[in-house]
């Protein structure tokens, strides 16, 4: 069996859904924003709706894209040896990671806020910074596939 291959398939995978989560909560945070009044009934499935998402999607599709991140960097590690760590395309995809993790540790602390009935931010902000994390994923594919 190719490992790295295997390695490789389940790390693409876990970012896909952990992307799909990160594209989508802000989604749900600017409809929630202009729709639902807080203490609503509405403002309830929000809360709801917001929680099941971070709780069943982002944050275990994160967890496993740095244990197959991890697992890559490993085996990347023993064949071609660490030095590849201090490669520009590296340099770039880690700054890239640093992003995400703090855009998704931001995401989750706004979620926070929703549940204690606080609107931090205008629907316009979340449909603003949504696609952030789309045009990181960018940078960081292409700085990957091309190994700049």
């Not at 316009?124 to 994923?137: H, I, Y």
Request: glycine share 8%.
């Amino acid at each position: 069996m190719n490992w790295y291959d295997l390695a490789r398939g389940l790390h693409i995978s876990a970012v896909i859904a952990w992307m799909a989560g990160m594209l989508y909560l802000p989604r749900l945070f600017a409809y929630h924003t202009e729709t639902a009044p807080p203490g609503s009934e509405f403002d309830a499935h929000f809360k709801v709706w917001e929680t099941k998402l971070l709780r069943i999607i982002v944050n275990p599709a994160m967890v496993l894209t740095f244990i197959f991140g991890g697992w890559l960097i490993y085996l990347d590690g023993q064949a071609r040896g660490w030095g590849f760590l201090l490669t520009p395309w590296m340099l770039t995809k880690i700054a890239g990671i640093i992003f995400m993790s703090g855009w998704h540790g931001f995401l989750a602390t706004s979620r926070k806020s929703f549940m204690r009935g606080e609107r931090r931010h205008t629907a316009k902000f979340w449909r603003m910074t949504n696609e952030l994390p789309f045009l990181v994923a960018i940078v960081m594919v292409l700085a990957v596939t091309t190994e700049f």
